[in-house]
């Protein structure tokens, strides 16, 4: 089942959140138009603007408009998608499969999402201050990922043999602070270096096997309306 009327996606290619919903509309060749709107910016085009903010009070990204239909915060978005079109693959219909992934969105905003603190000053030095703190939260997310997440010998995360909804949220978390010259596998990435080699904890047995297979993973560059 796709859309006839192709979805509205607000936000900016550098928000890992975004990228996440993108990526999966890209996989399902969802027909969607990217409007554009910068973190914290009160300025047209915008989320602390008076246009976006009544569309989405809480002035984040990414936003989906689906018609009549507004969705925020990328879980969600991929939930509803997902329910929608049928994506039983990235979040499955079984419900025991389904808490688990579950459960990782709901553990991602205060743990892989800390990565974002390591990026984002890299890019928007004003808004963030960099900190030892940070780092640590954020080599203490991704251990936790190794042991728990990805335990099991499952090739993806909550046990899965096939990625979920859990491992395009993570992905697009973990990319912008992995080691790694390679360009970046699909064309929602940033445009800057996001391989900042700041952490090294590649030497742990599943995580670079796990961003490998994420990042070998096909994407259409663009989709064509039905």
Known sequence: MVPMVPLKIHGVPLSQPFRAVVWACLQKRVPFDVHVAVPGSPM?????SDKFLALNPLG???VLEDSDVVVVETPAILSYLSDKLGWYDI???NHAQRAAVNAYTHWHHSNTRSLAGLFGPKVRPEAYSSSGEASAEA????????????GG?????CKRPVPSMADLIAYEEVLTVSPGKESIAHPFSPTC???THILRIWHTP?????????????????????
């Open 44 to 48: 047209k085009g915008g989320t602390r």
């Open 60 to 62: 984040t990204v990414p």
């Open 91 to 93: 979040y499955p219909y």
């Open 139 to 150: 080599a203490s997310a991704l251990q936790v990922i190794e042991d728990y997440w990805l």
């Open 153 to 157: 010998g499952a090739p993806f995360l």
């Open 193 to 195: 270096h996001a391989h």
């Open 206 to 226: 599943s995580l670079p096997i796990w961003h490998n297979a994420m990042r070998m993973i096909p994407i259409p560059h663009r989709v064509t309306p039905p």
